[in-house]
């Protein structure tokens, strides 16, 4: 089997996270604060995961990551945490439906902006200033305003400027939640140095985590409602909150956060930089390869504009779905095809069927590329 399809889950895992969950599966659950024995005194997984997610992505309050199932679920507490006081909300064109869906559902009344994109999946900077000027001139004195963007496209691989972005938002009072969904991992993240608000990421992408494994983080400075309530084996006695709130209840995913921090670990010690550069190779080498097709296929992207490590396209006269279908069945590759959860963005790509979609990670082979491009001159008769 060649697996293409790591922009949905990577696959293989770095051998250090199998050893990690297996470690953690054999050995005594030793879960924060709620142990009756000492551990050795060393800091236990889920602390020492925070530490090194605080590494990958400049967070230096990493004590304050909190851990959840995936980008879906803290996407979903981060905005309903603020719908009580959320006023305003600008989202784009490019984001995934844990976004969208969310939105749709705890603010059915709210006008929501959504902010288009070129072909490339690529923001207008000018008309995000002037939709952010616009809306905070109209949005009147209290509540907050929310501006919420994918740093990489799930669909084209184009990386946003996350920087002036929130540059530009906080000139007009917006607060800034940013979806690390497909860059955590393999582009470098900023976030202190950027000066985001909110990000939420998840763990079986390019973190080489398990499924199941994820969390966000926001500044110490916003009050953000917890989705759910329940046991954290801190103050046990307490019922009601009055503010400071706990945002981990619940038994937590001992095991998955082991393997979450050992594919952590692996990307810390290999470079960030530098998966980042070696899968931008890949790409190329796969831009290189298609775009010697010609009119037999339709490219969504470009290496200079969609420096992510997805490519999307379809053939001509054939449907995404069937693509991927053939490419499965008659040559064992596995790609991900259709709107990719993501439906606003084929607005602008012009493709109302979706795509067909090849995502690489740092674990991808030369020689899986290569399987690949034979069975796309296969299938168009190149």
Known sequence: ???????????????????AMTAALTTVPLSQFRSSFSSDGSEDVIMRC??????????????????TSGATESLNILIRGLSDRCRCIVSTAIEHNSVNRPLAAFYPDKDITIIGCDGYGRIDIDELEKCLRTRSDNSGDDG???LIVNHCSNVTGCIQDIASITNIAHRYNFLVLIDLSQS????????????IDMIAFTGHKSLFGPQGTGGYYFKSSLDIKPLMYGGTGRDSS????????????????????AGLNAGVEYLLSRGVKNVFEDNRKKVKYLYNALSLFGDKITIYGSYESCQGPV??????????????????????????????CAPLIHKYLQSPDGTVRVSVSDMTEY???DVFISAMKDITNF
């Open 1 to 19: 089997m060649v697996y293409l399809n790591n922009a949905a889950t990577t696959f293989p895992k770095p051998q250090s996270v199998t050893e």
């Open 50 to 67: 925070r530490r090194n997610i605080g590494r990958l992505l400049n967070i230096a309050d990493f004590q304050k990551i909190y851990f």
């Open 144 to 146: 907050i305003s929310l």
């Open 184 to 195: 955590a991992g393999c582009i470098p993240v900023d976030f202190d140095g950027w000066d």
């Open 238 to 257: 307490r019922i009601a909150y009055n503010g400071d709130y706990e945002y981990e209840v619940g038994t937590m995913n001992e095991t998955g956060i």
């Open 311 to 340: 490519m999307s396209f379809n053939i001509r006269g054939m449907k995404p779905s069937d693509v991927g279908y053939i490419l499965e069945k008659s040559y064992g590759i596995i790609v991900r095809t259709g709107l990719q």
């Open 367 to 369: 020689d899986d590329l």
